[in-house]
């Protein structure tokens, strides 16, 4: 069992950056697939970013370039940093971590980007 916890999400200005942070419990956390997704009200979740366990990346045409995926496997994190924040980017994201099978989530953490 693996349990996510998210961190950093919080209200900001259009062009303005946030970092979140998903730590994980366990000890196979390298082999995990993680994956920021998020969903806006009144639309279906969506995948914005992911890191392979080899560290290959992929991320959603919206976000191409002004996002990026981390991974930490010393600390068992993984980052999203987001630069140039649009209000387009408002949502609740969530962490993912993908095994062999098991998919874990977290509980979400709330990005609002507003003037």
């Known amino acids: 069992q693996v349990q996510l916890v998210e961190s950093g999400g919080g209200l900001v200005q259009p062009g303005e950056s946030l970092r979140l942070s998903c730590a994980a419990s366990?000890?196979?956390?390298?082999?995990?697939?993680m994956g920021w997704y998020r969903q806006a009200p009144g639309k279906q979740r969506e995948l914005v970013a992911a890191?392979?366990?080899?560290?290959?990346?992929n991320y959603a045409d919206s976000v191409k370039g002004r996002f990026t995926i981390s991974r930490d496997n010393a600390k068992n994190t993984v980052y999203l940093q987001m630069n140039s924040l649009k209000p387009e980017d408002t949502a609740v994201y969530y962490c993912?971590?993908?095994?062999?099978?098991?998919?874990?989530w977290g509980q979400g953490t709330q990005v609002t980007v507003s003037s």
């Open positions: 993912n971590g993908y095994y062999s099978g098991n998919n874990y």
């Open positions: 366990g000890r196979t956390f390298s082999r995990y697939r």
């Open positions: 890191v392979s366990s080899g560290g290959i990346t």
